[in-house]
């Protein structure tokens, strides 16, 4: 246990910002990426192998560890960090997300959420106040509150509804959180969708409550990358500097540059592992699909520079093969790939931030990526 | 290049025998388990993963690869070892049994096996000097000679014709197999079914053609465990003392036990790597299927006394909930923790071996079995 959670900005660049989080295990530099654990593992990646990428955190989600194996029963094995060998921080998300997205015959109120499970049919209810209490069960070391995410693009009442839904969620979540053993945090979530005023609106009662830090939630759900960034814009001035902001879901190596030069902390993407299992490669030279028969015949390894043994040890002929093949290893290959990139964009992105080049660095990145290396 | 091909028969405890084979990626320690690598990889494990288990080598699928990436393909890479960052020692198969099993509409005659390929329809035609010069390509250390697998059970005449075409087939292969490159290995296959007659028939002109190492094959095709041993008690006492004896496709923990005392040498099997991603555990305490609910609330590790990380550093409920989601995790740790026991299990049969104690290793390793952890 290192400590309770604390934010601590380190610099400016801009509107950019390093940072560091102390949680109760441990220490996350900021701009921070943190892969997706849905079911208690990041998907073909060992737990030391994680760390190596150079993670300090990993997300986990409350919607599938609900259902299976259950709060109650991680609790009961010593919590999740425990559970799936991962000592370091662990943020979780409220499981309100994947309930709208993959459970059948939900039905949303002012109490919560209902829905029946896509494993067994089982009916649940996820209320804030469970959806907290799942979280400490779990032993998240960063919680995030029960909102609801409308999907983009939305009528403006139902984005008001949403907004209006969320903030009151809110503060339920906070006073069930009162609960929660000493030094974890929850954030609380903006919503608003693609409507400026709405989310600003959101997002002052959400601050005048008060959580240990803020999300922007409700992008990425289908809107151009020109909205989101706009809605970054919007609600980031009304965040307190003091508090790390996390945008949730995304994104894209280029979403994360540009987020983080909005003045955005923290991310989570399925895209690097997903993308990993489906034969993409996110890298140094842009994105690299290694079911293209051009690289049948490549000597090459995916990136010779790298500090990952995944993109030094195997040819891109192999990688090739091991995709069209269909086998395990290719896709462990490149999920190890992948998020070793994400995390080397953002050590470099905290880099330049506290060298206050940040301007240099993104021109630079992006220079790479649209020259390739073919 | 560690050195020519060369068996070394160091110790006998009975019948059992205790050896070195050297190739030219190095040294093969006998009795020997060899993990199956059929598409250049043994699906879910890093290539210094299998290595650290304790395996001295792997065995790849001279069929699955001619079809893709095709062995032209892999000789220019650089061969199979280079191809799949396994600088060890590798035995290919000769494509004939698995051309048997996997390809619709294929035509056996004396030239060889014309087949269609399950991939895509393709025509390919595989004789013996074919199949020689396809492991050739590979850069197999030791290579099989092309040969016919008959089902079990068989008619005797089937029985009969299978046995005459293979030693047919072996002659043509060694004499293909003179274009190989110095130090490089050929062995020949024991064919005859679970006929006693037959297979020392096959055998002694086996012998007589001479090859590096000869193969006992044809068995564990679903024949009693009984059988398969009788015919190997037939087999070894004609087959030289000073060349290895590989058992092919054989088999389970006590498969293994019971063939390594009658003088088997070498062995190769799909069972810890395929029954690991479908949840079953090979262990010093038997065989142990995740699956069951009663692992759901178990803290205890697979087996804290393992070699194996994956067998001490994660709880057997974790285990579990990897297997019922269905998770790679999952099937990479089991994969690792079965191949790990199968080479900690040829490890102490070769001690055992070494120091005149097998009776006693073989006891107390069945009795082990028997009483279980729970």
């Given at each position: 246990?290192?400590?309770?959670?604390?934010f601590?900005?380190?610099?400016?660049?801009?509107?950019?910002?390093l940072g560091?989080i102390?949680?109760?295990?441990?220490?996350v530099?900021?701009?921070?990426f943190m892969?997706?654990?849905?079911?208690?593992?990041?998907?073909?990646?060992?737990?030391?192998?994680?760390?190596a990428?150079g993670?300090?955190i990993v997300?986990a989600?409350?919607?599938?560890l609900?259902?299976?194996?259950?709060?109650?029963?991680i609790?009961?094995?010593?919590?999740?960090?425990?559970?799936?060998n991962w000592?370091?921080?662990?943020l979780t998300?409220?499981g309100g997300?994947?309930?709208?997205?993959?459970?059948?015959?939900?039905r949303?109120d002012?109490?919560?959420v209902?829905?029946?499970?896509?494993?067994?049919?089982?009916?649940?209810?996820?209320t804030?106040?469970?959806?907290?209490?799942?979280?400490?069960l779990?032993?998240?070391d960063?919680a995030?509150q029960?909102?609801e995410?409308?999907?983009l693009?939305a009528?403006?009442?139902d984005?008001?509804?949403?907004g209006r839904?969320?903030l009151g969620?809110?503060e339920?979540?906070k006073?069930?959180?009162?609960q929660?053993?000493?030094?974890r945090?929850?954030?609380?979530?903006?919503?608003?969708?693609d409507?400026a005023?709405?989310?600003?609106?959101s997002a002052?009662?959400?601050?005048?409550?008060?959580?240990?830090?803020?999300a922007?939630?409700?992008l990425a759900v289908?809107?151009?990358?020109?909205?989101?960034l706009r809605?970054?814009?919007e609600?980031?001035?009304?965040l307190?500097?003091?508090?790390?902001?996390?945008?949730?879901g995304?994104?894209?190596?280029d979403?994360l540059?540009?987020?983080?030069?909005?003045?955005?902390?923290?991310?989570d993407c399925?895209?690097?592992t997903?993308?990993?299992?489906?034969?993409l490669?996110?890298?140094?030279?842009?994105p690299?699909?290694?079911?293209n028969?051009?690289?049948?015949?490549d000597?090459?390894?995916l990136?010779?520079?790298?500090?990952?043994?995944?993109a030094?040890?195997f040819?891109?002929?192999?990688l090739h093969?091991?995709?069209?093949?269909?086998?395990?290893?290719?896709?462990?290959?490149?999920t190890?790939?992948n998020?070793?990139?994400?995390?080397?964009?953002m050590a470099g992105?905290r880099t330049?931030?506290?060298?206050?080049?940040?301007?240099d660095?993104?021109?630079?990145?992006k220079?790479?990526?649209?020259?390739g290396?073919?």
């Amino acid at each position: 246990m290192a400590g309770s959670f604390s934010f601590h900005l380190m610099a400016n660049d801009g509107t950019a910002r390093l940072g560091e989080i102390e949680t109760p295990h441990g220490r996350v530099r900021t701009p921070a990426f943190m892969p997706v654990g849905t079911q208690a593992t990041v998907k073909g990646m060992y737990p030391g192998q994680i760390r190596a990428t150079g993670a300090d955190i990993v997300l986990a989600n409350t919607y599938h560890l609900m259902l299976r194996p259950g709060p109650e029963r991680i609790a009961a094995l010593g919590g999740l960090h425990r559970f799936m060998n991962w000592p370091h921080p662990i943020l979780t998300d409220s499981g309100g997300f994947q309930v709208m997205s993959l459970a059948p015959l939900r039905r949303i109120d002012e109490q919560g959420v209902t829905f029946r499970s896509h494993l067994d049919g089982t009916m649940y209810e996820l209320t804030p106040e469970r959806a907290v209490e799942i979280q400490i069960l779990l032993g998240a070391d960063i919680a995030m509150q029960l909102d609801e995410c409308v999907k983009l693009p939305a009528a403006p009442g139902d984005l008001q509804r949403g907004g209006r839904l969320s903030l009151g969620w809110a503060e339920r979540s906070k006073r069930a959180f009162e609960q929660a053993p000493a030094g974890r945090a929850l954030f609380g979530i903006v919503q608003g969708g693609d409507d400026a005023a709405l989310r600003r609106h959101s997002a002052g009662p959400l601050v005048a409550t008060g959580f240990d830090g803020y999300a922007v939630g409700g992008l990425a759900v289908g809107e151009p990358q020109e909205v989101m960034l706009r809605m970054i814009e919007e609600v980031a001035p009304v965040l307190p500097d003091n508090c790390p902001r996390y945008l949730m879901g995304v994104g894209t190596p280029d979403d994360l540059v540009e987020a983080v030069a909005r003045g955005m902390d923290m991310f989570d993407c399925v895209l690097p592992t997903r993308n990993g299992r489906h034969g993409l490669a996110f890298s140094r030279f842009g994105p690299i699909n290694l079911k293209n028969a051009r690289h049948a015949d490549d000597q090459r390894p995916l990136d010779a520079t790298s500090a990952c043994p995944a993109a030094r040890d195997f040819s891109r002929a192999y990688l090739h093969h091991l995709t069209k093949a269909n086998e395990m290893l290719g896709a462990m290959l490149l999920t190890a790939i992948n998020l070793s990139y994400y995390q080397e964009l953002m050590a470099g992105l905290r880099t330049a931030i506290g060298e206050r080049r940040l301007a240099d660095f993104v021109a630079e990145t992006k220079a790479q990526w649209r020259a390739g290396d073919e």
